[in-house]
């Protein structure tokens, strides 16, 4: 076989579908040339149904060790609030040997699943008594190690974390591992820089974890001292998720939070917005024409009972917006697009809404929307099989009973809405390595060291 191209009978371009496309990439893994409706060379390989891989815009990845276990009732009313104390009790936890194990499983899940680069939003950094490990960036190294033991792109976001609550409450003891000063956050965030920068496989971002983690000081100087090694570095932030959070950012400021991320800081295409799913109307159309991205999250939003994204709303403001799996309660591209158009079907009791207007299979318009939102929020070079894009592809099972001899208008919403948990995928490139394929799976390290640490982890509750 002839490296470093593939020829698709069906391939999913930004424009639609296309035939007989050949592509080609670089020894770096960046494509070089797209052509349609010509030849197969001798020797390339052959796919029949080509997507460009998805971008997962949010993950928690050590989240992934408690995944489906928090789904007993032990209140008169379970909430985010009781989900979180799980969440508090395995980062308590968790030592670096165990994230790398656990993130790389999640990673080779989030590949078999259709994300070919994942944003990983990183809020463990310090030891358990939350002193800095010697080398401070140890757990940073961790999920490093992860993306270079599977091949997923990594956009890596450091979250600064530093008070408990709106208006620079102190942080509780239970967020000694998160808490990272002004100064100590900004040498991380350098010294993490200076090791990725030269890799086209990584990016360097920063996430602000949430209006209520962060005051506007740090805030500030976070962004403005990122910004002086990085003007472009992507900016993630929690906002809105909770409807409590909305009622104690009006406490403290007098606006809701998107409002005041309005009102307080130049948001751009830089930024992407995790979750905003409590905002009025005047917070969908501004936060939409400023540029950033509306990180949504689905199926984690849904098992959290947070509420529900206007969808139509935002995009009809013209709103960019991508998936992530988040708590990673689903590790599939295809259910979180299936979570979000079924959430607006039951919110407008109507069917089809997650449409563009350019594309009248909501299937395809729900996937390049999320293609190109992943992509900006990402900072990488990831927007779909084109010219000087990473060669991130799938290739969906041509032999899945949900894709069977269908015609092409109808193999992108089988796969999204029928071949159900399952998925339809065969094989997965990212950056032109194959990194997944259905034929060769064989029982692995990977997974049995992920459920040992799972295993411990649950043994120290
Ligand atoms: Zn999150």
Known sequence: MIANQLYARHALLNDGWQRNVLVQWDGQGVISQVTAETDRPEGTEQTDWLLPGMTNLHSHAFQRAFSGLTEYRQQQQDSFWSWRSLMYAFAAKISPEQLESVASWLYREMLAAGYTSVC???????????????????????????????????????????????????????????????DSFLSLWQQLQAQTANNARLRMGVAPHSLRAVSEQALNAVLDGVSQMDRRAP??????????????????S???????????????????????????????????????????????????????????????????????????????AAEELLMLEYSQRLQFRSRNVCTDGQHEDVATSLYLGALQGGAQASGRAVAGIQLGQSADMVELDANHPALALLPEANILAGHLFASSRGSAIKRVWSGGQLRFDLQQTQPSASLEAFAAVRQQLLQQL
């Open 254 to 332: 007098g606006l809701r939070p998107v409002e005041w991320l309005m009102e307080h800081q130049p948001v751009d295409d830089r930024w992407c917005l995790i979750h905003a799913t409590h905002m009025t109307g005047q917070e969908y159309r501004r936060a939409a024409a400023s540029g950033a991205v509306a990180g949504l999250c689905p199926a984690t939003e849904a098992n959290l009972g947070d509420g529900l994204f206007d969808f139509p709303q935002w995009q009809q403001a013209g709103g960019k917006w991508g998936i992530g799996s988040d708590s990673h309660i689903a590790v599939n």
């Open 235 to 252: 900016i993630h932030i929690h906002v809105a998720e909770q409807v409590k959070e909305v009622e104690d950012c009006l406490a403290w």
């Open 120 to 182: 990983e939003f990183h809020y463990v950094h310090n030891q358990p008594d939350g002193s800095a490990y010697a080398d401070p960036a140890t757990l940073s190294q961790s999920l490093l190690n992860a993306a270079s033991n599977t091949g997923i792109g990594l956009t890596l976001l450091p979250v600064c974390y530093q008070d408990s609550g709106f208006g620079g409450q102190p942080p509780e003891a239970k967020q000694r591992r998160f808490i990272k000063k002004t």
